[in-house]
């Protein structure tokens, strides 16, 4: 069964502190995504990657960085996480233009105190 | 710009009813579309997806879902909910200007009465 692993289900970190949330895909998927999930907000997109050591800003990058070493890897990288990033985090992965739709983890629930 | 509109914030429909999510788009070509829905702290599954051919798609779980390009829409219907229906749907576009890259709406709650 093909799918999209993030490391976490649930964090809990304090307000400072460097975090790291790694997603792996086994699915040799060109494309990696990772979006946050709030209450009212739906998905926004925080950044994407279209290939090995590439990396795109998406809607709302303040604040994160991402890393991609290896096609099946993502990570993104809070520098110094704050309340604020308290929030659901979703990796996704496609193929292609996009036609055929993601793949989601399951998602990482941060809660940063 | 690409947009997904979804008018329902919530919806509750009694069990073996049907139901139909609405969602309108706005895109300039024909754009790749999808329904996802997402069981309470889980991540999102892909219930179908239209990019071509029929206007008509079939999924999982017994939904089905309509492209009408005359009303940018792209409604989620199901003719009998069962209890385990009961989630969050999205739609979604993809394509275009906007590349691989997927607009979510806002989500539509379902709840679903015994």
């Known amino acids: 069964d093909v799918k999209v692993t993030q490391s976490s289900r649930y964090l809990v970190k304090r307000t400072g502190e460097k975090v790291f949330l790694e997603c792996v895909q086994d699915?040799?998927?060109?494309?990696m995504f990772w979006y946050r999930q709030d209450p009212g907000l739906g998905l926004r997109l925080i950044y994407f990657?279209?290939?090995?050591?590439?990396?795109e800003k998406g809607d709302i990058p303040e604040g994160y960085s991402v890393s991609r070493e290896k096609k099946e890897r993502f990570s993104l990288i809070l520098e110094s996480a704050s309340t604020n990033q308290t929030s659901m985090y979703l990796c996704?992965?496609?193929?292609?233009?996009?036609?055929?739709?993601?793949?989601f983890g399951s998602g990482t629930r941060l809660t940063v105190v | 710009a690409q947009s997904v509109t979804q008018p329902d914030i919530h919806i509750t429909v009694s069990e073996g009813a049907s139901l139909e999510l609405r969602c309108n788009y706005s895109?300039?070509?024909?754009?790749?579309l999808f329904w996802y829905v997402q069981s309470p702290g889980q991540g999102l599954q892909l219930l179908l997806k239209?990019?071509?051919?029929?206007?008509l798609v079939q999924g999982i779980k017994g939904f089905e879902a309509e492209f009408k390009r005359s009303q940018s829409s792209f409604n989620l219907r199901k003719p009998s909910v069962h209890w385990s229906d009961a989630a969050e749907y999205f739609c979604?576009?993809?394509?275009?200007?906007?590349?691989?890259?997927?607009?979510f709406g806002a989500g539509t709650r379902l709840f679903v009465k015994a």
């Open positions: 239209y990019f071509s051919g029929d206007t």
């Open positions: 895109y300039g070509a024909t754009p790749y």
């Open positions: 979604a576009v993809a394509g275009g200007t906007g590349g691989f890259k997927t607009i």
């Open positions: 699915m040799d998927h060109e494309n």
């Open positions: 990657s279209y290939d090995v050591k590439m990396k």
């Open positions: 996704a992965s496609s193929t292609g233009s996009g036609k055929y739709g993601y793949t």
